[in-house]
C-alpha cells in the first residue's frame, strides 16, 4: 500500500530562521510527491512537486523540497521562514495503481513562524 | 483557489436532513475529486470521478452520494445516513490522462455543522 508520514504535528520556527518540515512516503514504482498549504478556512493551495531528475524541487513563495530515494523522503524547506508562512502543510502522493487518478494525503503539520 | 468554486461556505443540517454541496470548476479537468477533513485526520477521500458519468467510491463514501452530469459539476450530497457529518468538505481537480504528476487544484471548502 502507498503511504506519505509526517512525522510533526507542528513545527515551530523563530523569523528569519530556516525551516524544514518533514515527510516520508512509501510507493510501488515512481513517487509522484507534492506539498500543499493550507490557510485557516480555506482551499489547499499547490507548492511544488517531484517528477523525476533534480532531488532539490523549487516551488512557490520561496519554498523548496528535498528528495531522497534511500530515506524516502521528500522534507519541505525554505532558507529564512516569515510570519505569514504561518499555516497548515500537507505532503501527498499520487498513487500509481493502473488507470487510477488518488492522491493520498499525509495527516498535515502545523507550522507556526514566531516573530 | 484556481478556477474551482464551492458553495455555499457554510451550511447547516438538521438531524435526518438531506444537504447538497455544490463544486463548479472552469478548468476543463476530467477528474474531479471530494474529500473531507477533520482536525488531526488530514484528507479523506469520499469519492472521486475520472469522467463524466462515472464515479468510484473512495475510503469514507457511506453516507455520501455524487453525481457528475457535467464535466465541470461535481455535487456531494450528505444524506442522513451520515452520522457524523459535521467536517469541511473540499473539492478539488486535475488532469486525468497524459502524464502522471498533475497536481490537484482545491476549492475554497464548504464547513458542514449540523444542528
Known amino acids: 500500500a502507498q503511504s506519505v508520514a509526517q512525522p510533526e504535528d507542528q513545527v515551530n520556527v523563530a523569523e528569519g530562521n530556516p525551516l524544514t518540515v518533514k515527510c516520508t512516503y512509501s510507493v510501488s514504482g515512481n513517487p509522484y510527491l507534492f506539498w500543499y498549504v493550507q490557510y485557516p478556512n480555506r482551499g489547499l493551495q499547490f507548492l511544488l512537486k517531484?517528477?523525476?531528475?533534480?532531488?532539490l524541487v523549487k516551488g512557490s513563495y520561496g519554498f523548496e523540497a528535498e528528495f531522497n530515494k534511500s530515506q524516502t523522503s521528500f522534507h519541505l524547506k525554505k532558507p529564512s521562514a516569515l510570519v505569514s508562512d504561518s499555516a497548515l502543510y500537507f505532503c501527498?502522493?499520487?498513487?500509481?495503481?493502473?488507470?487510477?487518478?488518488?492522491?493520498?494525503f499525509g495527516t498535515g503539520t502545523r507550522l507556526k513562524v514566531l516573530a | 483557489d484556481g478556477g474551482i468554486t464551492q458553495s455555499p461556505k457554510y451550511l447547516f443540517r438538521k438531524e435526518g436532513q438531506n444537504v447538497t454541496l455544490s463544486c463548479e470548476q472552469n478548468l476543463n479537468h476530467d477528474a474531479m475529486y471530494w474529500y473531507r477533513q477533520d482536525p488531526g485526520q488530514g484528507l479523506r477521500l469520499i469519492y472521486y470521478s475520472q469522467i463524466v458519468n462515472d464515479f468510484q467510491k473512495g475510503d469514507i463514501a457511506e453516507g455520501y452520494s455524487v453525481s457528475r452530469e457535467k464535466k465541470e459539476s461535481f455535487p456531494l450530497t450528505v444524506t442522513s445516513a451520515q452520522k457524523n457529518p459535521t467536517a469541511f468538505y473540499l473539492c478539488?481537480?486535475?488532469?486525468?490522462?497524459?502524464?502522471?504528476?498533475?497536481?490537484?487544484?482545491f476549492g475554497p471548502g464548504t464547513r458542514l455543522t449540523v444542528l
Open positions: 478539488a481537480s486535475s488532469v486525468a490522462s497524459g502524464t502522471p504528476y498533475n497536481e490537484q487544484f
Open positions: 501527498a502522493v499520487r498513487q500509481t495503481t493502473s488507470g487510477t487518478y488518488k492522491y493520498i
Open positions: 517531484y517528477i523525476t531528475g533534480d532531488n
